[in-house]
């Protein structure tokens, strides 16, 4: 990484969501101040600031991070995924884990639940079959003041079984073409 200078801002380009974004950042700027002020993606939220709450989780090349815990130009270069990536048609439809946690009320005020998605999300593409045990265990590291987290574990659990169900029917275009029959 080259050396900046600490008083100046800085060029940061990298992917968001599948689209190339740039801005300007403080070499001390955090990713989550970067993302809401800088891009205007205010999906990802702020609660304690300080790596404890995981409201601010996002996907760095497909890992996960807490945004306020990343400098803004750590991710110079990188794929950043964030809660307005989850949509398949960006925001006109829910995602399958969006529409989960809409229908269990795995949510109340919203305030925690990107960072529950953007987990959820991380934790589905990587490990599909995942228990009901492990899925607690990297919710452990979010916080909610309001559901009790029960319904969040419901909604997670029927998510995962709609994605299951959905990758296991058959592609109709992956369909052996008929034979022509001619009399
Ligand atoms: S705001 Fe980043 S972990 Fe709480
Ligand atoms: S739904 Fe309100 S903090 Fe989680």
Redesign the pocket.
């Known amino acids: 990484m080259p050396r900046l200078t600490a008083d100046r801002r800085h060029p940061v380009s990298f992917t968001l969501n599948g689209k190339r974004v740039s801005g300007q950042a403080e070499p001390r700027m955090l990713l989550s101040d970067f993302l809401r002020h800088e891009i205007g993606a205010t999906g990802t939220h702020l ?1 304690c600031e300080h790596g404890v709450c995981g ?1 601010c989780t996002v996907q760095i090349d497909g890992g996960l991070a807490r945004a306020c815990l990343a400098l803004a130009v750590q991710t110079e270069g990188a794929e950043v995924r964030t809660v307005e990536g989850l949509s398949p048609d960006g925001g006109a439809t829910l995602s399958v884990l969006q529409n989960a946690f809409r229908e269990h009320h ?8 990107p960072g ?1 998605l953007v987990t959820l999300d991380a934790l589905f593409r990587n490990e599909p079959h995942a228990s009901e045990d492990r899925i607690r265990e990297m919710l452990s590291g979010h ?5 009790g987290y029960a319904p ?1 574990i419901k909604a997670a659990l029927a998510a995962q079984a709609t994605l299951l169900a959905s990758a296991a029917k058959p592609d109709p275009d992956d369909a052996m073409p008929e034979e022509d029959v001619h009399a």
Do not use: D, M, P, S
Request: net charge positive; charged share 5%; proline share 0%.
């Open positions: 609660g409201a795995g949510l109340q005020c919203g305030f925690c639940t529950f916080l909610c003041r309001c559901t969040i």
